[in-house]
C-alpha cells in the first residue's frame, strides 16, 4: 500500500516556475507525475524509477521541467520553468510497486495516486 501526497502548486505568470513535491508512504519502484486539465485526458508528464534514479519526460516538457527524487524522504519532485497557459491542469503524482511496465507515461500502468494539486499559469 502507497500514500501520496502532493503540494506546491499555485499560480504563476507565463514564464514562471514551481516546484510540486509528492510525500510517498511505502516504496514504490516506479513514481510519476501526471496532469489533467478541464475536458482533456490525463497526461503522463515524467516518471522516475525510485532505485536507480533514470527518467522519462513527455516531449511537451523536455527541457523546461525536471523530475527528482529524494530517497531519504521519500519524496518525489518536480521543478517546472519556462511555464506556459498549456501547462495549465490538475498534476497527480502516482506510483507503483513494480518495474514490470518501467518509467511508463501511461495512468493505466500506476496503481496508487495523490489527490492533486492545481497549477494555474496565467498568459
Known amino acids: 500500500q502507497v500514500r501520496l501526497k502532493e503540494s506546491g502548486g499555485g499560480s504563476v505568470q507565463a514564464g514562471g516556475s514551481l516546484r510540486l513535491s509528492c510525500a510517498a508512504s511505502?516504496?514504490?519502484?516506479?513514481m510519476g507525475w501526471f496532469r489533467q486539465a478541464p475536458g482533456k485526458e490525463r497526461e503522463g508528464v515524467a516518471s522516475?524509477?525510485?532505485?536507480?534514479?533514470?527518467?522519462k519526460y513527455v516531449d511537451s516538457v523536455k527541457g523546461r521541467f525536471t523530475i527528482s527524487k529524494d530517497n531519504a524522504k521519500n519524496s518525489l519532485y518536480m521543478e517546472m520553468n519556462r511555464l506556459n497557459p498549456e501547462d495549465s491542469a490538475s498534476y497527480y503524482c502516482?506510483?507503483?510497486?513494480?518495474?514490470?511496465?518501467?518509467?511508463?507515461?501511461?495512468?493505466?500502468?500506476?496503481?496508487?495516486w495523490g489527490q492533486g494539486t492545481q497549477v494555474t499559469v496565467s498568459s
Open positions: 502516482a506510483a507503483v510497486l513494480t518495474w514490470r511496465y518501467g518509467r511508463s507515461l501511461s495512468s493505466y500502468h500506476y496503481a496508487y
Open positions: 522516475l524509477d525510485m532505485l536507480d534514479g533514470e527518467t
Open positions: 511505502g516504496y514504490p519502484q516506479i
